[in-house]
């Protein structure tokens, strides 16, 4: 073989193993698919499950659903994850729903004037409450926390299941939603909706892109009625991004939906000296406000309990980190952390107990710093035997 083409094919080679490595490493979720006897036809769709998903086997998890899964569930999945890890928003099960036809499962009604083939929604939707939504809540710990974005028409369809059967959901995303279909029929859907619903227990945000001329106008008309006809109790959000496309502003504006939704989740390290209680309280007005109950998380019981611990409050440190472990049985964070105060106490029987249970839950779960857990462990031994 000539030397040079040897050489090329073999740069070749190497480029192709490195991009089939890369979208591996860079695979997503898993697939699925479902029967549909609604919409007789078979459907895909991606579920991404949180990180503690797989060790935290008693936690159950609110479910966001995306629509047009094939471009917008990546970019979602990932930013849902980053969020959480950074305690933004609490973890979440995220769906991406794969599309087939658009225009028939996201619009109310059919439009021969403009497009053929609408008028699909309300099946879509039964589809989404008998079919989908019944077979993630059997196969996945979803704890009844509902969501659901959608972007240009999927955004139309988010607003159409709001005014249907708000119930299905608890927080609607409605992202460059398309809203001049059938005379503006997605506005006046709405408008007639709030004006026989006195009160509703729901979220929703809206957002646009770099609209102008009718676009612009018809977003407006939106955010009227949502400022002057919303009912009792109904939080809503909108925000407009200029500077993007109506393609690329999903992306800014899924991370700010979320972040709309659970509204100071996040809790800051600078408030810690005022002391549990105020955290307790904290997610408790946090919880009211979302409408779903949300506890404290095991990230800020542990961060109250080091405080202690680096303070000389011994006792007040275990109490808390007894806590994470009686909520938290299967992190093996929880169990190493209570193990690490018992030891400061000067118990170390139970603290090589704790360390213990944490290093069996780590080979269990086979997480990645397991080699550190099964070290504490044996330092435990060490100091027991001197």
């Known amino acids: 073989m000539n ?30 698919e479902i029967n549909s006897n609604v919409l007789s036809e078979r459907r895909t769709y991606k579920v991404q499950v949180p990180e503690s998903y797989r060790w935290a086997k008693d936690r159950r998890y609110p479910v966001l659903y995306v629509l047009d899964g094939q471009t917008q569930f990546l970019h979602t999945a990932v930013s849902a994850d980053f969020l959480a890890r950074n305690g933004e928003i609490p973890e979440m099960i995220v769906v991406g729903i794969d599309s087939t036809v658009r225009v028939r499962d996201f619009t109310q009604t059919d ?40 972007h240009s028409a999927g955004g139309q369809f988010v607003l159409y299941c709001l005014t249907g059967e708000p119930s299905l959901f608890k927080a609607y995303m409605a992202l460059a939603p398309s809203l001049d279909w059938d005379d503006n029929l997605p506005q006046r859907s ?105 506890p404290v998380p095991e990230s800020v019981v542990n ?17 808390l980190f007894r806590r994470n472990v009686k909520e938290n049985p299967y992190s093996a964070n929880a169990w190493d952390s209570l193990s690490e105060g018992l030891e400061k106490k000067g118990d170390l029987k139970e603290a090589l107990e704790a360390a213990r249970k944490a290093a069996s839950l780590a080979k269990e779960f086979d997480l990645a710093n397991r080699d550190y857990f099964e070290r504490r462990v044996k330092e435990l031994v060490g100091k027991l035997k001197d």
């Not at 890369?22 to 898993?30: K, M, N, P, R």
């Not at 929604?121 to 974005?149: W, Y």
């Not at 001329?213 to 809503?236: C, H, I, Q």
Request: glycine fraction near 8%.
């Open 303 to 319: 961060e109250f309990a080091y405080e202690a611990l680096a303070q000389g409050r011994t006792d007040e440190a275990i109490v």
């Open 111 to 150: 439009w021969p004037e403009m497009w053929i083939g609408g008028g699909g929604a309300k099946n879509f939707k039964k589809f989404l409450s008998s079919e989908l939504i019944p077979e993630i809540d059997k196969s996945f710990r979803t704890n009844g926390f509902r969501a659901l974005s959608g």
């Open 3 to 32: 030397t040079c083409f040897r050489s090329v094919l073999v740069t070749l080679l190497a480029f192709l193993c490195f991009t089939i490595a890369a979208a591996a490493q860079a695979t997503v979720g898993t697939s699925h």
């Open 190 to 294: 709405l408008e007639a909706s709030f004006e026989k619903t006195p009160a509703l227990k729901n979220f929703l945000y809206v957002a646009r892109s770099d609209d102008f001329g009718r676009p612009l106008e018809d977003y407006n008309k939106l955010v009227e009625t949502l400022k002057t006809k919303s009912p009792k109790g109904f939080r809503w959000f909108e925000r407009p991004f200029p500077g993007e496309t109506h393609s690329g502003m999903a992306l800014l504006a899924q991370i700010d939906a979320l972040r709309r939704l659970f509204e100071g989740y996040h809790f800051h390290n600078d408030d810690i000296p005022k002391g549990f209680a105020y955290a307790e309280e904290h997610f408790k007005k946090v919880s009211e406000t979302v409408g779903w109950t949300l």
